[in-house]
């Protein structure tokens, strides 16, 4: 997929980057609600109905749970509405094969999945004090989809606004380290929803130190969750340290305004969320730490995928610069690997 289409900038092509970024922004905020579904125990808050609310399409003399998992699921919908007003909005303002196509039209699926994921943990008895291993599994799945989603939605954010299409095939170790960052920073988020399920449901005791804690975890009694609490923060350090030089690589081989700036962000959010997990870890995971940390998690997700869009879509800006008489541009692969030539 190559080359670069303009959206129109009048009808409804001018609401489409608008469009775009209204979703993006909304559905981080319906991400921070659902985990305070999770955090306050209200996930059974509808019983085991889905998608009805304890059996009926409005709760009637509903308890405060019940009142928090409805509205989450109220604002889910919205969320669906959201993206398919963006697909039509994309349909209509774009032509055949323009890229905002794609991520509008991924973007909604990926919202419908995200549905149907808590569908699941609804109807299996997957929510409130259920301590089945099954349910790390699926809260698992569900950040996945969740980052993968708001992944979509930048995407579609810079199509709207006129960026270029990404180009993935010969992009050397270029591509492949980017991939490994951003799988990384994939599996890192769903072992940090299994922790997150662990600090609810099996919180540290008053008093007790981290070792103590790590003990405990594996114990004779210590369940699947439990087990898994200690890889989050191990995962944490490794991603960390392979994100820093990652930016440091695409800084070299892809050099420019935009891959700079978005190494700089990446490392800055790599810092601040260190610290958020260490204190969490300290203060033993409060509700307004929790939501903090997920919400840095967003932020330095997106960021990744930020910086990976601006080294990928480099070499086409370094082949424009090149010379006039060829498609090729002398593209390095990594260090100590011989510059070779890529027709883009």
């Given at each position: 997929m190559s080359g670069t289409r303009t959206v129109p900038r009048t009808g409804a092509g001018a609401w489409l980057p608008r469009l775009a970024w209204a979703a993006l922004i909304?559905?981080?905020?319906v991400i921070l609600w659902g985990a305070v579904v999770r955090i306050s125990g209200a996930g059974a808050g509808c019983g085991d109905h889905w998608p009805l609310c304890n059996g009926v399409v409005v709760p009637q003399s509903p308890t405060l749970h019940t009142v928090i998992e409805f509205s989450h699921r109220l604002t889910s919908a919205a969320s669906g509405l959201l993206a398919i007003a963006l697909v039509v909005v994309a349909f209509r303002s774009t032509g055949r094969g323009h890229p905002v196509r794609l991520g509008a039209v991924l973007s909604l699926g990926l919202i419908i999945l995200e549905g149907l994921v808590g569908g699941v943990q609804v109807l299996l008895g997957l929510t409130a004090d259920s301590t089945d291993p099954a349910r790390g599994f699926v809260q698992g799945i569900h950040l996945a989809n969740t980052f993968l989603l708001l992944g979509a939605l930048l995407l579609t954010v810079l199509w709207a606004s006129g960026e270029p299409n990404l180009r993935l095939r010969r992009q050397g170790l270029v591509g492949a380290w980017s991939f490994v960052g951003l799988?990384?920073?994939?599996?890192?988020?769903?072992?940090?929803a299994v922790t997150a399920l662990g600090d609810l449901l099996f919180a540290p005791a008053d008093g007790s130190t981290p070792?103590?804690?790590?003990?405990?975890?594996?114990?004779?009694?210590?369940?699947?969750i439990e087990n898994m609490r200690v890889v989050h923060p191990m995962l944490a350090v490794l991603t960390s340290a392979f994100l820093v030089w990652l930016g440091v690589f695409l800084r070299r081989e892809r050099p420019g305004a935009g891959t700079n700036r978005w190494s700089a962000v990446l490392w800055a959010l790599l810092g601040v969320q260190m610290i958020a997990g260490l204190t969490n870890v300290v203060l033993k995971a409060p509700a307004w730490m929790q939501l903090t940390h997920l919400l840095l998690s967003c932020l330095l997700w997106l960021a990744t995928v930020m910086?990976?869009?601006?080294?990928?879509?480099?070499l086409r800006a370094q082949s424009h610069a090149g010379p006039a008489t060829g498609g090729d541009h002398s593209v390095s692969d990594g260090p100590g690997r011989a510059a070779r030539n890529v027709n883009v």
């Amino acid at each position: 997929m190559s080359g670069t289409r303009t959206v129109p900038r009048t009808g409804a092509g001018a609401w489409l980057p608008r469009l775009a970024w209204a979703a993006l922004i909304y559905n981080v905020l319906v991400i921070l609600w659902g985990a305070v579904v999770r955090i306050s125990g209200a996930g059974a808050g509808c019983g085991d109905h889905w998608p009805l609310c304890n059996g009926v399409v409005v709760p009637q003399s509903p308890t405060l749970h019940t009142v928090i998992e409805f509205s989450h699921r109220l604002t889910s919908a919205a969320s669906g509405l959201l993206a398919i007003a963006l697909v039509v909005v994309a349909f209509r303002s774009t032509g055949r094969g323009h890229p905002v196509r794609l991520g509008a039209v991924l973007s909604l699926g990926l919202i419908i999945l995200e549905g149907l994921v808590g569908g699941v943990q609804v109807l299996l008895g997957l929510t409130a004090d259920s301590t089945d291993p099954a349910r790390g599994f699926v809260q698992g799945i569900h950040l996945a989809n969740t980052f993968l989603l708001l992944g979509a939605l930048l995407l579609t954010v810079l199509w709207a606004s006129g960026e270029p299409n990404l180009r993935l095939r010969r992009q050397g170790l270029v591509g492949a380290w980017s991939f490994v960052g951003l799988a990384l920073l994939l599996v890192l988020g769903m072992a940090g929803a299994v922790t997150a399920l662990g600090d609810l449901l099996f919180a540290p005791a008053d008093g007790s130190t981290p070792i103590e804690t790590v003990k405990r975890d594996f114990g004779v009694t210590a369940s699947v969750i439990e087990n898994m609490r200690v890889v989050h923060p191990m995962l944490a350090v490794l991603t960390s340290a392979f994100l820093v030089w990652l930016g440091v690589f695409l800084r070299r081989e892809r050099p420019g305004a935009g891959t700079n700036r978005w190494s700089a962000v990446l490392w800055a959010l790599l810092g601040v969320q260190m610290i958020a997990g260490l204190t969490n870890v300290v203060l033993k995971a409060p509700a307004w730490m929790q939501l903090t940390h997920l919400l840095l998690s967003c932020l330095l997700w997106l960021a990744t995928v930020m910086l990976v869009y601006r080294a990928l879509t480099a070499l086409r800006a370094q082949s424009h610069a090149g010379p006039a008489t060829g498609g090729d541009h002398s593209v390095s692969d990594g260090p100590g690997r011989a510059a070779r030539n890529v027709n883009v």
